[in-house]
Every structure is written in C-alpha cells, then in structure tokens.
C-alpha cells in the first residue's frame, strides 16, 4: 500500500483505506459509514452547511438514531417517506 503528500485529484480503483478528508465528488460506491455523536457534541450550524451527522440520543428515551444536516443555521432532522 503507497502513502502519499500528493494534493490533486487521486483516483483509486480499489478503493481508499482510512479517512478521506476534503471534498469527495464524483460517484460513491460501497457503504458511507457518517460520524455519529450526541446533539450536544455537534459542531455549530453556522459553519456546517451540508455536513451531516448521525446522532445517537434522539427520542423520548434518547435511544433513537437521527439523521441530521446542517442548513447553516440549524441541525435539521431528515424524515423520510416512502418514494412516490
């Protein structure tokens, strides 16, 4: 396996071992495992727009998983239905 300073675009084949930081584009395949936290963990709204958490201590009993996005004012709970 090759560890590299390189800062351009770099493409793999057979994926990336570790943490991918910076900007991802392009297609994604596999799993995306996201950071999970409590809300009182999360970093400001402000300077999150379009991050994305899961957190942990959602729910009457702070037992349920959420999933959460920054609109850059506020972490915003995404609810999902079926597609139409």
Same mark, same amino acid.
């Given at each position: ?7 351009? %675009?770099?493409?793999?084949? @057979? #994926? ?5 930081? #910076? @900007?991802?584009? #392009? $297609? &994604?395949?596999? +799993? *995306?495992?996201?950071? =999970? +936290?409590?809300? !009182?963990? /999360? %970093?400001?709204?402000? =300077?999150? +727009? #379009?991050?994305?958490? *899961? *957190?942990?201590? @959602?729910? !009457?009993?702070? $037992?349920?998983? !959420? /999933? ?7 972490? &915003?709970?995404? +609810?999902?239905? !079926? /597609?139409?």
């Amino acid at each position: 396996m090759g560890t590299t300073t390189f800062s351009g %675009p770099v493409v793999s084949t @057979n #994926g990336f071992t570790g943490a991918v930081t #910076g @900007n991802v584009t #392009g $297609d &994604v395949t596999g +799993t *995306i495992t996201l950071t =999970s +936290t409590v809300t !009182a963990s /999360l %970093p400001a709204a402000a =300077s999150s +727009t #379009g991050q994305m958490y *899961i *957190i942990t201590d @959602n729910g !009457a009993g702070d $037992d349920e998983f !959420a /999933l959460v996005v920054s609109d850059g004012s506020a972490w &915003v709970k995404v +609810t999902t239905t !079926a /597609l139409t």
